[in-house]
């Protein structure tokens, strides 16, 4: 473990899924309390995109954006919220210069596959439809997310690719929970693990999937043809279950033809970042942003 991230360990507490209600409201309360960067150089606007139903959005525009990313939030399809994900949206457009909307979809067990999916795809192909009113080129749009926000960008790519829907220039897939199965090694062997563990992950499958079976547009891992997807970026961390099915992931766009990077962070654990003060934290963050900013460059 990176020792700056060691020293955190006795404070980080491991979510309590039993009660997705009470989750969902713990989660909120240490979210309204990280530390927000100064929003006073960018424009940030809260919509409503149409859809059955309609979904919150709300919009990130740095001036002079640079194509956009449609945003979507991780807590492992239970929880998180626009107001949650604020502090890293906001980070994200600033370091990327890149309009971020970010996606308040409907949350599991209340709501399972496919509502998550649903709506965000609703949101990307209505960013592509009214990208010019918001100053988008709409061959500029990427879709991201972190953790089970990155499996539900993934899955928007494969749909968009299978339905012939909006062109996605770029996947940005951080730290991404992509197999219900949870076979790889790193799944069978991290049962204890910060913030989140295999226990977790069953949990978080069995909210989400509720009485259907896995398919790709779930569980992307499950897709057996990956080829024509979009360039893609796939970060994992050390002592994270979902650590092997997503660089297994990014070898096997690779092996498809599509453009991957994988970038693996040693001494890390799921959702580590979000200690700021580390050292590793800081260039996992400017490294999403940076590789955000050379995917949307004209």
Known sequence: MDPELEAFLPFIPKPDYSDPVAARKDFAERAAAFPVPD?????????????????????????QAQGAVVWLHGGGFVFGSLDTEHPWAARIALGSGATVISVDYR?????????????AYAVLAWTAEHAADFGIDPERIAVGGHSAGAC?????????????????????????ALDDRQETWS?????????????????????????QDATPYAAPTRATDLSGLPPA??????????????????????????PAEIHHYPGTFHGSQTILSAEVSQRQIAEVAAVLRRALAA
Do not use: K
């Open 39 to 63: 929003t006073s150089g960018m424009e940030i606007e809260n919509r409503t995109v149409p859809g059955d139903p309609d979904v919150a959005i709300r919009i990130y525009r740095p001036h």
């Open 107 to 119: 949350l599991s067990p209340e709501h399972p596959f496919p509502a998550a999916l649903d709506d």
């Open 152 to 176: 539900l960008a993934a899955a928007t790519a494969l749909r968009a690719r299978d339905e012939q829907g909006p062109q996605i220039r770029f996947q940005l897939l951080n730290q991404p």
């Open 187 to 211: 799944q069978r062997n991290f049962t204890d693990t910060p913030w989140v563990d295999r226990g977790t992950l069953s949990t978080v499958w069995r909210y989400y999937l509720g009485t």
């Open 233 to 258: 970026y796939v970060t994992t961390a050390e002592f994270d279950p979902a650590r092997d099915e997503a660089i297994e992931y990014g070898l096997r766009l690779l092996q498809s033809g599509v």
